[in-house]
């Protein structure tokens, strides 16, 4: 249902404003013309919902990866039915991991500009730091040092910041009587100058591939452009994907039984095996250390005819898991192999409580930092997929977004979180009566009696219980909103959500 409303960018209106009036094309049937088959793997489709400052439908952008004429690309292309394409501080934050994902990758970039600039009243999220909307044009140039090449069509307006994408691109393309080209726009000219100018006299099409020299080709028409970079494409000497002649397994077990596989609670999670003998080819798993360090599962298989190494939580990340898993990722970097990680993370458990129990618990701190270590520095590419939890420092170990492995996806049962609110501690002591008659017994026992007037003696102990409760709750409520997938989504701390029984295929 969410991803439906996504592809209706900014609503049945916004399209037909966009596509009638402005006699624009969707930025959906843009890719259609674009790319190979109009087939495509799309990058965070769910970004922007619910922000602070209002429902952004993917960020105002669509980014991915496809082909054109063979070659592998990056896409950036604006959706200017969203806001009539302005930038707000989500849609920079996705640009900016579109063009992170090209250069580790060293893949071609595509944008499609259409952009009415930022949005102003977020300024100071968009535009002074570091990782700002700048940091676009930096890493244009920096791609462009690196031989990775951009190209760029300018099919609607580009104002402002959008001004400079096509301009640093290797190639551009304007189209006649959509593109236009410009740091401030004729409303301003009006306002600074008192002058009047058309959009086309003040940056069209015309003026730029005749006058200015800013774009390279001139389109009369959308559909024409497309063609036109699609050309420019095959003119840029990147070698074509070779056609996948290799034949390969499909599992014993259907993927499509993976929906119902999924674990909705960590105590309802059933073995990782299960879940590995319908995503790898043939249900075949080359298992390393099968005996040793059980809570997790390392081993070879094949998906979709690549190996890779497996690296899939079965349980609390033990001493012993810890270091069997430091050994094989260590393994995988040595021989070159791709790692996939299965990350459902165990709620963290409580701190000790004895001796032995504290050095049991610093061992096994010891174990997770090797082999934090060992899956910072493998030189290989590392995609995490968080099946059930992804919760505190364990997720660092399987290669969370912290520890930047190149893709990471959620299943929509991921939870996102340092703690799991289901369990969440709220009382420790043992002993008869319920949680809430245990912690009342327990402030009791920490607070003293105050006097209070006309009742004569009154519990302190009660009176900070009942303000402190509401409290707890309202951060119990708060940690499990943002715990779900679709927070973490949202908020681009990932590439997307993906559907259990397309993970094979993602």
């Known amino acids: 249902?969410?991803?439906?409303?996504?592809?209706?960018?900014?609503?049945?209106?916004?399209?037909?404003?966009?596509?009638?009036?402005?006699?624009?094309?969707?930025?959906?049937?843009?890719?259609?013309?674009?790319?190979?088959?109009?087939?495509?793997?799309?990058?965070?489709?769910?970004?922007?919902?619910?922000?602070?400052?209002?429902?952004?439908?993917?960020?105002?952008?669509?980014?991915?990866i496809g082909k054109i004429c063979g070659v592998w690309c990056v896409f950036i292309a604006s959706d200017a039915t969203v806001k009539g394409g302005t930038i707000y501080p989500i849609g920079v934050k996705k640009q900016l991991r579109a063009q992170e994902i090209a250069m580790e990758n060293r893949l071609l970039s595509v944008h499609l500009v259409d952009s009415g600039g930022a949005f102003l009243p977020l300024q100071s999220e968009l535009f002074p730091d570091k990782l700002h909307g700048g940091r676009i044009f930096y890493n244009e140039a920096i791609m462009s040092a690196m031989g990775i090449p951009q190209v760029a069509v300018v099919s609607?307006?580009?104002?402002?910041?959008?001004?400079?994408?096509?301009?640093?691109?290797?190639?551009?393309?304007?189209?006649?009587?959509?593109?236009?080209?410009?740091?401030?726009?004729?409303?301003?000219?009006?306002?600074?100058?008192?002058?009047?100018?058309?959009?086309?006299?003040?940056?069209?099409?015309?003026?730029?591939?005749?006058?200015?020299?800013?774009?390279?080709?001139?389109?009369?028409?959308?559909?024409?452009?497309?063609?036109?970079?699609?050309?420019?494409?095959?003119?840029?000497?990147?070698?074509?994907?070779?056609e996948e002649d290799r034949d390969h397994d499909s599992p014993l077990y259907s993927p499509e039984e993976l929906l119902g596989l999924a674990p909705l609670d960590y105590g309802c999670?059933?073995?990782?095996?299960?879940?590995?003998?319908?995503?790898?080819?043939?249900?075949?798993?080359?298992?390393?250390?099968?005996?040793?360090?059980?809570?997790?599962?390392?081993?070879?298989?094949?998906?979709?005819?690549?190996?890779?190494?497996?690296?899939?939580?079965?349980?609390?990340?033990?001493?012993?898991?810890?270091?069997?898993?430091?050994?094989?990722?260590?393994?995988?970097?040595?021989?070159?192999?791709?790692?996939?990680?299965?990350?459902?993370?165990?709620?963290?458990?409580?701190?000790?409580?004895?001796?032995?129990?504290?050095?049991?618990?610093?061992?096994?701190?010891?174990?997770?930092?090797?082999m934090m270590a060992a899956v910072a520095c493998a030189a290989v590419p590392k995609i995490t997929i968080v099946i059930g939890g992804c919760f505190g420092s364990d997720s660092y170990v399987m290669c969370g977004r912290s520890f930047s492995p190149n893709f990471l996806f959620l299943w929509p049962n991921a939870r996102v979180a340092l703690v799991d609110s289901r369990h969440f501690p709220t009382v420790s002591p043992a002993g008869d009566g319920t949680g809430e008659e245990l912690e009342l017994k327990q402030l009791k026992a920490k607070w003293m009696y105050l006097p209070v007037s006309s009742v004569g003696l009154f519990p302190c102990s009660a009176v900070f219980y009942c303000a402190f409760k509401p409290v707890l709750f309202s951060a119990l409520s708060r940690l499990e909103e943002e715990s779900s997938a679709f927070y973490s989504s949202s908020r681009l701390w990932d590439d997307g959500i993906i559907l259990p029984q397309d993970t094979r295929k993602v």
């Open 1 to 64: 249902e969410l991803l439906e409303r996504v592809k209706k960018g900014g609503g049945e209106n916004a399209i037909l404003r966009h596509t009638q009036r402005n006699k624009k094309l969707f930025v959906r049937e843009r890719l259609r013309l674009l790319l190979d088959d109009g087939h495509f793997l799309e990058l965070s489709p769910l970004a922007g919902l619910d922000m602070p400052y209002g429902d952004v439908p993917a960020a105002g952008c669509l980014t991915g």
């Open 156 to 242: 609607g307006s580009c104002v402002a910041g959008g001004a400079y994408v096509p301009t640093m691109a290797e190639e551009s393309v304007i189209i006649d009587k959509i593109g236009t080209l410009f740091l401030a726009g004729p409303p301003l000219v009006k306002a600074a100058t008192g002058e009047d100018v058309s959009p086309e006299d003040l940056g069209g099409a015309r003026l730029h591939s005749q006058v200015s020299g800013c774009t390279d080709h001139f389109a009369p028409s959308e559909e024409e452009a497309y063609e036109c970079i699609r050309n420019v494409v095959s003119t840029t000497n990147c070698e074509p994907v070779p």
């Open 269 to 370: 999670t059933l073995p990782v095996k299960l879940i590995l003998s319908r995503l790898v080819d043939g249900s075949r798993l080359q298992e390393f250390k099968a005996t040793f360090g059980t809570t997790l599962v390392t081993g070879f298989g094949h998906v979709e005819g690549h190996l890779v190494g497996i690296v899939a939580n079965n349980g609390e990340l033990a001493h012993d898991a810890a270091l069997k898993g430091s050994h094989f990722v260590q393994l995988c970097g040595q021989r070159g192999i791709p790692i996939l990680f299965l990350q459902n993370t165990a709620p963290q458990p409580a701190g000790p409580a004895s001796i032995s129990q504290a050095e049991a618990h610093s061992n096994r701190l010891k174990a997770q930092a090797s």
